[in-house]
């Protein structure tokens, strides 16, 4: 289950974050939107190398990532993540609105998708809809291990 839940019924574990876009003012308004919504460590990334690098040193209970990056797109960090922590719930954002963009990345793994740009609103949806994807494969587990 996502731990984001847990900050919502006011538990007090740390929760961090890997934010990839490259713009720093973008990086930081959603780096204050998750603040606001109880995640403690917020971790920064400009590109698409420099997000695998601190995806695979640090610890992260969620990654917010833009399609179009420098040097490796999002959609392909998207899979190399997915390769290593399918369940990592990962919102991809995009001010591009093409249908095959959201498709793919859905098919990856991303949790969520936000069309930039970026509001507090947008954001809430998406960690909602992360917190439901993490918690699909455990309903389809019980009731498959109920029904033996």
């Known amino acids: 289950m996502l731990q984001y839940e847990k ?3 006011g538990c007090d574990c740390m929760l961090s974050a ?3 876009d490259n713009s720093p003012l973008l990086r930081k308004e959603i780096s204050l939107l998750l ?3 109880g995640f403690t460590e917020i971790l920064e990334a400009s590109d698409g ?3 695998l690098r601190v995806f695979n040193t640090h610890r992260v209970d969620l990654v917010v990532m833009d399609i179009i990056l420098p040097k490796q797109d999002g ?3 998207l899979k190399e993540v997915m390769e290593i922590q399918r369940n990592l719930p990962v919102i991809m954002t995009s001010s591009c609105s093409q249908g095959s963009h959201l498709r793919r990345t859905r098919f990856l793994g991303a949790a969520a ?3 930039k740009p970026i509001t507090a609103g947008k ?3 998406a960690l909602d809809a992360a917190a439901l994807a993490q918690l699909e ?3 389809h587990a019980s009731s498959t291990a109920g029904g033996k």
Request: with cysteine.
């Open 113 to 115: 998708y936000i069309q």
């Open 35 to 37: 603040q606001d919504k």
């Open 7 to 9: 900050v919502q019924k």
């Open 75 to 77: 959609i392909s960090v």
């Open 137 to 139: 494969p455990e309903v």
């Open 18 to 20: 890997l934010v990839c």
């Open 49 to 51: 190398p420099e997000a």
């Open 123 to 125: 954001m809430t949806e």
